[in-house]
């Protein structure tokens, strides 16, 4: 049965995440990476997409989930009449040290005695491979041509129906179950799991390097909770070998049920990680802001040739993603067909990502360490580029699929790619070519370079191309606060410079 999306908390370990409802299942799960095919896939079809679930068997309970304060570690609880029981998810960390990715899924009965059952039924490459299942001594193994995973557990499973894993089980007050879930080598058994010392040791082990982590935040305002709680979402999205920033951990979710308009969003859009940099800075994270500016800098290393299309979106490798697809073999959530993996967008003109992109390395610059001299080359050359091109229509924002239009928010965007570079060239005393970037700066004030204006790039609309209007074109840009110039309260507020 779909749950609501708003039962869902999230997982993670800066590689991957995994969605766990309110019911006690994980119906989100991609592994190794982000943005690799799925494991669990159920909330995008109930019967096929694979689910590991860890659940009384009394379907009436309540039920309430909640983070363990100041981390990601995801608790749900369970009341009946007989008792109460907790089930703690997370994926484990360690400060100074990388742990394999895993999920540990403890339960522990805090009062009373309540009967369980635990179900293990992965779905691998969204359900498009088969496996097989082997049951170990401390657990289990599923084995699909590409890839092995293993569930340890302190209850002896037995094998299920499509070749799953599953048991039932009764936890006594003070009394828990453990079960762990890793990718493994083929033909290799699933590991025992750790005692109680040592399982309440990493518990504690991973409370303490969330903590420590959040303690950068430098927001100590009213809202520090809900900011707080923000972060350490936005830290997830993060992808910690390369620096990347994914839009979001899932794909194919509808935006009314029913509809068609169902993307994938696990790729870095430079658009959204350039708002999560600024993000990161107003609160005081700076080594993520600067994770992703080296993703940003290794891209431009490895592509000194400038894409005439430019580069909208990339996998969480620099790399552009899979061709979109269809998986017509699922039925998407609630029946919100089609499910899609890959996204078009990565093919499309969207030319407002590069003064997004240029105002996030300009925020790194002034506030985190100063920008290297090759970087600051390849800068210049996509300026000089956008002097060449910002007048080109483009798929805008909004990602029209089959047409491209002249958008106030990608002129407006353009601006600010120069502006910042004219303002990052001026602190550093880089060379640019200033009189050519300032001349095309300003063109975009004139009513013959800026679209007429339209529909606020702010929001998005039904009708967001330029129309005819008696508004000036100037004012119509500036309704953009990007188009201002650079917010300095990073750290510390100051004048514009």
């Keep these: ?114 009967r369980f059952r635990v179900e293990c039924h992965p779905a691998f490459d969204y359900g498009r491979q088969p496996h097989t299942l082997s049951i170990c001594e401390n657990g289990a193994r599923f084995d699909s041509p590409a890839l092995s995973i293993s569930l340890s557990s302190s209850i002896p499973l037995r094998e ?19 079960f762990i879930l890793r990718g493994c080598a083929t033909g290799q058994g699933a590991p025992p799991v750790p005692n109680e010392t040592e399982a309440e040791q990493l518990f504690d082990e991973t409370v303490d390097y969330w903590r420590h982590w959040l303690s950068s935040c430098s927001y100590r305002g009213r809202w520090r909770e809900q900011v707080q709680r923000s972060a350490l979402l936005l830290k997830l999205l993060t992808f910690q070998p390369t620096g990347a920033i994914v839009a979001a951990p899932t794909c194919s979710l509808p935006e009314l049920i029913g509809g068609g308009r169902n993307w994938d969003y696990r790729y870095t859009w430079i658009r959204d990680a350039a708002f999560t940099v600024y993000a990161f800075l107003r609160v005081g994270f700076k080594e993520e802001a600067a ?17 005439t299309r430019g580069r909208t979106l990339l996998n969480v490798h620099g790399e552009p993603p899979i061709e979109e697809q269809m998986l017509t073999h699922w ?41 290297s001299h090759d970087f600051w080359t390849r800068i210049r050359e996509r300026i000089d580029w956008i002097c060449e091109n910002w007048q080109r229509p483009d798929n805008g924002i909004w990602e029209f699929r089959g047409r491209q239009e002249d958008f106030v928010y990608s002129k407006v965007m353009n601006w600010v790619a120069l502006d910042r570079a004219i303002r990052l060239a001026e602190k550093r005393s880089f060379p640019a070519n200033r009189a050519r970037w300032l001349a095309e700066r300003d063109r975009t004030f ?36 990007s188009w201002l110039p650079p917010i300095h309260a990073c750290s510390a507020p100051s004048t514009p410079s």
């Design 1 to 114: 049965m779909y749950q609501p999306i708003e039962n869902y908390g999230v997982i993670g370990n800066m590689r991957t995440v995994a969605l766990a409802g309110m019911h006690g299942s994980i119906d989100w799960f991609c592994y190794p990476d982000i943005d690799s095919p799925s494991l669990f896939g159920a909330i995008l079809d109930d019967e096929k997409g694979g689910r590991f679930r860890i659940a009384p068997v009394d379907e009436s309970v309540r039920r309430k989930q909640f983070y363990w304060p100041s981390t990601n570690i995801l608790v749900t609880r369970f009341f009946n009449d007989e008792g109460i029981v907790e089930l703690q998810d997370f994926m484990p960390w360690r400060r100074g040290a990388i742990l394999p990715g895993s999920i540990y899924r403890r339960v522990r009965a805090v009062r009373g005695q309540v």
């Design 160 to 178: 299920g129906a499509a070749a799953s894993a599953g048991a039932e089980f009764t936890l006594d007050q003070c009394q828990s179950a453990l």
């Design 291 to 307: 994770a992703f500016i080296d993703w940003l800098c290794n891209f431009t290393a490895r592509n000194p040739r400038i894409d």
């Design 331 to 371: 039925e998407g959530y609630r029946g919100s067909a089609p499910v899609r993996i890959g996204n078009a967008a990565a093919s499309q003109f969207q030319s407002d990502i590069y003064g997004e992109a240029i105002d996030s390395i300009y925020l790194y610059n002034k506030y985190v360490s100063p920008v």
């Design 446 to 481: 004139t009513r013959r370079s800026c679209p007429a204006a339209g529909t606020p790039a702010s929001t998005p609309s039904p009708n967001p191309i330029p129309t005819t209007t008696s508004t000036p074109p100037s004012s119509s840009c500036r309704s953009s606060s």
